[in-house]
Structure formats: C-alpha cells, structure tokens
C-alpha cells in the first residue's frame, strides 16, 4: 500500500494522520478474531460461583459435602482452603494506590455479590447446580447503604482486619469505613472567599454505572507442556495479572505467561484481577484447564462499578467575572473494598481544578469511603467524570449570576498554553503530582468552532417553544491527562526481515480501542515504511515487552513514544548498515517508499536486511525501546448540547450533540473520532438512562439489559465530532490522548441546556423525565 505524505501544519508525515484501517478490522468483521471464549483447551473444566445474599455478613460454617457428591464436580474453593493473602484486585502499578483489602474468599461478605465459594465442575450446568448444593450459615450484620453517613459515630465498620492496609505510606482508616482521604490548598480559601463579589454553594450527585463492556469478563488458565501456569485473560493489564497472581497464588512471576486475546471493550472494567487467580488456583490444584465465563448478571453483581459521588463546590467570583476562590469537596462510595479509592477520587480535582488555573485560592478535599454496595473501580474517565458534572454546572450558574456569557466566562478564566496551575504539582494519583507547563492547548478554537457548529448565540437564553417542547443550548469546557507521569511506562520491540517487514512486539494492550493499529502506524512513521509492512504482537508477557497496559490515557502518549523511539533505533541501524553496503556517508542518506536513496541509487529494505542477516559483519537489525513522561499534557474538549424539554412529560430529546476536542496531532482521525463518539455516547447514557436499583437488602434489582438501559444504535442523537489539531512536543509526533476526555461532557452540558430551556437545575443523575417534570412542577407551582 503506496501512501502520500499527510501535511499537518507544518508536520509532514508518511503514515501519521491517515485513516488507515484498523489492522484486525477483516479478522473481526469475518468472525476470525480470537477472544478468550474462543480459545478451546482440550479437558477445559467450567467455574460458577456462589455469590452472597448478604450485604453484611459472617460465613460461620460452610458445608459442600453435597455440592460435592454430584456427578462431575471436580473441586471446591472456598474461605477454609484459600490462603488469605491480602491484595487489591486493581491493577495499578506497584506498589498499588489502593488498600490490601481483599482476600480470595473471605470469612465476611461485605455486599451482596461477594464470592462465597466457587465451583469447578465438568461442564457450567453441573457447577451452577453444585452452588445451590452448598449449605452455609451466616451471621446477619449490621449493613450501611448510605455513604454520607459511613464515618458518622455508630456506622457499621466494614473493614476491621489489622492486616488491610496500604503497600505505600498514606492515611487509612478503616475504624472510620475512611478507604483513602486528600487534602490539598491552594491558597488560603476562606480568605479567597470572603474577597469575592458573590458566593456560590452547590452539591451534586453522580450515581452508580456499569461499564456495560459487549464481552464480560473471562478467563481460561491452563499448565503448559513444561508445567508453567498460563492464563488467557480478557484484561487491560496482562502484566499487572501476572504480578498480583503470583502475590495471591504465592508462586514465582516466572512461573506464569499471561496472554491477551482480542478483548470485546473494557473502560476500566478490566483493569480488575478479580478472576485469574481462582481459575488459575483451581489449574493448580487439578492439573486442568479451568475456564470462568461471566454472565451479564455476574458482572452487574459482583464485578466493578462508577464510584458514586457527592460533589460539594464552594466558590468566590469577582463582579469582572474573575474566579477568585475555589473549592471541591468530593465523598467517593468505594462500596465493599478499595480498587481505586484513592486515584478516581484525586483525578476528581486533579483533572479539573486546573482547568480554571486563574482562581487563585484553591482546594480540594476527598474521601472514600466503605459501604456495603457493589464495589466501585475504574471507569473511563476515573472521577473526572464525576467532578465535571458538578463544576461544569457551576460554572454556568456563575455566569448566569454574573449576566456573563458563558463562553467569555470560560474564556476568562481557562488555562492557556504556555501556563500552569499549582494543582498539578500538589495533586497526583497516589502521590503529589508534578510541575507541569501546558504546551499544547487548542481549547479556544474548540469553543470557536463548537459555537459555530450549534449555532450558540442565535439559541442561547431564547427559550424557542417547538409543539410544547422548549429549546435550549448548554456546553462545558473539560481537560483531561495523557498517562501518569513518572509511574506509567511502556516498551517496544522491533526487528526487520530479510523481505524488509517489521515485527512490532508491544505490551501495549488494544481493547477494541484500535491501538495495535495505531502503534504500527508510529512504527511505520519513525522507520520510514508502510504500515502494512509492521507485523504486531502486543500483549504476551512471555513475547512483548513490558507495559502497563490500558487505563488512564497512556497508550497513545505513553506507549507511542516508546515505539517511536524504538523505530528510530531501526532507521539509524539501517542507515549504517547501508552505509557499509554502498560506501557511502549517512549523512548522504535517505529513507523513501522503504528504500535507502541517494544522489544516484538505491537500495531495498529487503536487500539490507538480507545483507545484514547474510554476507558481512552479520547482525540482527533490532532495538528495543523504553518510555516514561514528565509530564501529563492534557487533551481539551467543549461539550454543546441543544436539547428539547417537553414541559408535559419531562421528556428529553437530544436535538444536536457537537464535541470538539484536541488531541494534540490525530494519529489516526476516524480511529480518534471513534473514541470520541463512543465516549459522548458512553456519558450521554450515564447522565439520562442508566441506574443501578436495589432493594432494602443492597441487592440490584436490575441487573440486565432488559431493565438497566443503556444507550443502543437507535439512541444515538445527531451528533457532530470537530478534531482541532495542534502539536504537544512531548508526545510521539505531537500527539495526546483521546480516549477518556470527551466521556466527562454529556452530564454538564445536557443540564446546563435544560437549565436554558426550562429554568431547572439538576443537582443529581440520572435526568430522568419524571425528576425534570417534578422539578418544572415545583418551579411553576
């Protein structure tokens, strides 16, 4: 495949910037891609589980005698067999920011869905019959539902084990159901306040959501021909499975290859290392392959979650529109244990407190906190998310208050290229975070050019009224991250073939993202090739490089620069290697259409390769390559909705949806608007449809796609995505990241335009018709 060279600006490029087809788009449009379920192990025998109907309780005998009489049941775990070893099932890098909380199988159950015990039998049928075989009996304990009361005197305590604690040096306090806490100031708040022209203070509340992922999670393990434990995983994190199995298992890392097949979505879901290890225990325990298979209802039940938040903002505001003084205050529901409580709730200040750098008393305090409900983890956009729903909102109100509008309002008061903001030095995930410079910011022609596309000034404040259904315009200004400076790191390793192609080997994990494509067109941009002539292997942790996988935005930023690099380190070899061959200096040299040209002649990749493989001073053309960043350039995004609000029902229609984001240089535009219009969706589908419901006992009550909405193809509004490029110098031909940001703008937008529409604010999701009716009923009566 001959390509034109793709001008951005004044960046010429060979394979960057063109919409190349995803790589594997044949193999999964002709059903020949292989996900996990599709790997077929000879022998393989079938785990299920017996879940808690508990919210609370102690396990004080448990009886599988039963169970274990059925015809096919092979072996039993539970609380009385497994090793506790505390660990989190987060899979961060080491030593995790989360709590050592869980245990494979606990004595306590801790919300309903908790793992009792598990079964491996011949085939599902039989293992699901073996659960309702086993006898347990269970002291009923106190359970706290309500997260706003959990450290409150005389709340049930969820965890008191004084072996749960933190791998790093942070507060935890567990007597007070306290998962992680932060404390940062900017400033001197009060005082920030007290100067100000007006004060605002607004609480909101994000609720429970399902990552919704088409595959649900699986795992197949088996023991190779020399005895090695190997385990097909449908996980974002192969190397982080292989480290936090071998800490559970109690066996060496050497001892286990961890393998990524195709994965059907994960937004965070799959970050989890909730599986691997109780298949992979029962491999060991019976020498056969153990294969677990979640239903959808496994996964509502007992997988991972959006934390629930309640969102505090205090804020000051000059009469000039000059924001003086900001605060967040976020309480985080963890649920049962602590994936992630402490990073989401960081990034709930630390991805969006900088965006209003001008404010110059600034605070953000969080806690999370233990209750017993389903387990939070994380989502796409890991507390951002949360947070923008609440200051999004805040900022209009603002605005409104001031008689601004609010695109000069933002324009006011967002951070601009060549400026930074304290918060990103004091607030990190985990630890503090680092000083930053932004150097790349497109946001100002985001709001240009969104504006122009939704036709903001002829719709805004003008209540057009359309067969009872009246208009209204809203939109939000958001940034994000590119990776986790100095903890994310990523690796590359490439080699030529004597028919001058590249194997690309890459721990880098694509999860329908399209990132395997993406990496090879970085690859095929530093050698100078097509990308058709790059071979990838990504995500085996006995072939590929290390990487930590995919969550926070770091594969593109992150693992792109380490393939760029690498493909350098390849170019140069070439070069010399030609530079032997023809006897002439490098400097005279050039790659074009993957070929080495000078003034008059040329060779063929083939023909260096095969000289380097064959005839002189004979090598390997090879590198590997490694990457870690500084720095977090953020990508910007504005949100514009206009919706219809009919004042008889509450029912919302979505009449246009315009994102604008800039990602820096689009690597890949169709796959980059893909994302973004897959996270729009995502978000426009947690702001108004989806919502877990329990009953009085903390069980889900809905717990399937019949009765848990989310968003389907005859859903989708008319949507328009605008890329606005420019070039972060820190990222691998001037790109950022894209994936996550555009997720954090449906919540605030839709309310900031039904705000415009109908004069009602929504201080708690979902926006369902009946709260907006009640509210439009409350306003007018």
Not at 230 to 246: D, G, L, M, S
Not at 527 to 542: F, H, K, N, P, Q
Request: hydrophobic letters at 35%.
């Amino acid at each position: 495949m001959s390509q034109k060279i793709k001008n951005l600006g004044k960046y010429k490029y060979r394979s960057v910037g063109k919409s190349v087809e995803k790589i594997d788009s044949i193999s999964l449009s002709t059903g020949k891609a292989k996900f996990f379920a599709d790997y077929i192990i000879p022998d393989t025998a079938h785990v299920k589980f017996l879940y808690s109907k508990h919210a609370h309780a102690e396990i004080l005998s448990i009886d599988t005698t039963k169970a274990e009489k059925i015809d096919g049941v092979i072996y039993i775990l539970h609380h009385e067999n497994t090793e506790q070893i505390p660990h989190t099932t987060a899979g961060q890098g080491f030593p995790e920011p989360s709590p050592y909380d869980s245990v494979m199988f606990d004595k306590t159950m801790r919300f309903v869905g908790d793992k009792v015990a598990a079964v491996l039998a011949e085939t599902p049928e039989i293992a699901e019959e073996a659960c309702n075989k086993i006898k347990v009996k269970y002291k009923i304990l106190p359970a706290l539902f309500d997260y706003e009361i959990a450290s409150d005197k005389g709340s049930p305590i969820i965890h008191c084990e004084k072996t749960k604690k933190y791998p790093i040096p942070i507060p935890y306090s567990p007597n007070l159901n306290i998962a992680a806490e932060v404390d940062i100031n900017i400033g001197n708040l009060e005082e920030g306040l007290s100067e100000s022209d007006y004060y605002f203070d607004e609480t909101f509340y994000t609720h429970y959501s399902s990552h919704a992922m088409l595959e649900p999670h699986g795992v197949i393990t088996y023991l190779d021909e020399t005895g090695r434990l190997v385990i097909i995983t449908a996980t974002q994190v192969p190397f982080h499975v292989r480290r936090i199995c071998a800490m559970v298992l109690n066996i060496p890392i050497k001892q286990i290859r961890v393998i990524k097949p195709r994965i059907g979505g994960g937004f965070g879901g799959k970050q989890e290392v909730f599986l691997e290890y109780i298949a992979a225990l029962f491999t060991l325990k019976t020498n056969r392959p153990a294969k677990i298979s979640l239903s959808r209802k496994d996964v509502f039940r007992s997988s991972r979650t959006r934390h629930p938040m309640r969102v505090n903002i205090r804020c000051g505001v000059k009469k000039n529109g000059h924001i003086n003084a900001f605060c967040i205050d976020a309480l985080m529901n963890t649920g049962a244990y602590g994936s992630h409580a402490l990073t989401v709730l960081s990034n709930a200040g630390s991805k969006v407190l900088p965006l209003i750098n001008k404010a110059e008393h600034q605070r953000f305090i969080g806690k999370s906190v233990y209750t017993n409900l389903p387990v939070g983890g994380a989502y796409r956009g890991y507390g951002a998310t949360q947070s923008y729903f609440a200051v999004g909102q805040v900022m209009d109100i603002m605005a409104r208050k001031l008689n601004i509008d609010l695109i000069e309002f933002y324009s006011q008061n967002n951070i601009k290229k060549g400026e930074t903001s304290p918060i990103f030095e004091k607030l990190g995930e985990g630890k503090e975070g680092v000083k930053m410079i932004v150097e790349s910011c497109g946001l100002e022609e985001c709001i240009k050019k969104g504006v122009e596309a939704i036709d903001w000034y002829a719709k805004r404040d003008k209540q057009i009224e359309k067969n009872n259904k009246v208009h209204g315009v809203g939109m939000v200004c958001l940034m994000q991250g590119s990776g986790i400076p100095r903890i994310d790191m990523g690796s590359a390793y490439i080699k030529m073939n004597e028919d001058g192609s590249f194997n690309l080997h890459i721990g880098a994990t694509d999860i329908g993202t399209g990132s395997d494509t993406i990496l090879a067109q970085i690859a095929a941009e530093a050698i100078g090739t097509d990308i058709d002539e790059i071979i990838v292997l990504s995500s085996d942790t006995d072939l590929t490089p290390f990487d930590v996988g995919a969550y926070a935005s770091s594969t593109t930023y992150i693992s792109g620069q380490a393939v760029r690099k690498c493909g350098l380190k390849i170019k140069k070899q070439i070069l010399e290697v030609a530079s032997e061959i023809t006897n002439q200096n490098i400097e005279e040299l050039e790659i074009l259409n993957k070929k080495v040209q000078w003034n008059n002649g040329s060779l063929d990749f083939s023909e260096i390769c095969s000289y380097a493989l064959y005839t002189n001073n004979q090598f390997q053309i090879q590198a590997t390559a490694s990457n870690i960043s500084n720095t977090s350039p953020p990508p910007f995004s504005a949100h514009f909705a206009e919706v219809a609000v009919d004042k008889e029902t509450g029912e919302i229609e979505i009449i246009k949806y315009v994102t604008t984001v800039d990602c820096g240089t689009a690597i890949n535009p169709k796959l980059a608007e893909g994302q973004v219009e897959g996270a729009v969706v995502n978000g426009i589908s947690w702001a108004l449809t989806e919502e877990y419901r329990f009953n009085k006992q903390g069980g889900m009550i809905n717990a399937d796609f019949g009765r848990y909405k989310i968003y389907t193809s005859i859903d989708i509004p008319n949507m328009e995505t605008i890329l606005i490029p420019t070039h972060e110098p820190t990222g691998p031909y001037g790109a950022k990241s894209v994936s996550e940001i555009a997720i954090n703008g449906p919540g605030p937008a839709i309310a900031n335009a039904i705000y415009d529409a109908i004069g009602v604010r929504i201080h708690s999701l979902p926006i369902k018709p009946e709260k907006i009716l009640e509210l439009y009923n409350k306003k007018n009566n």
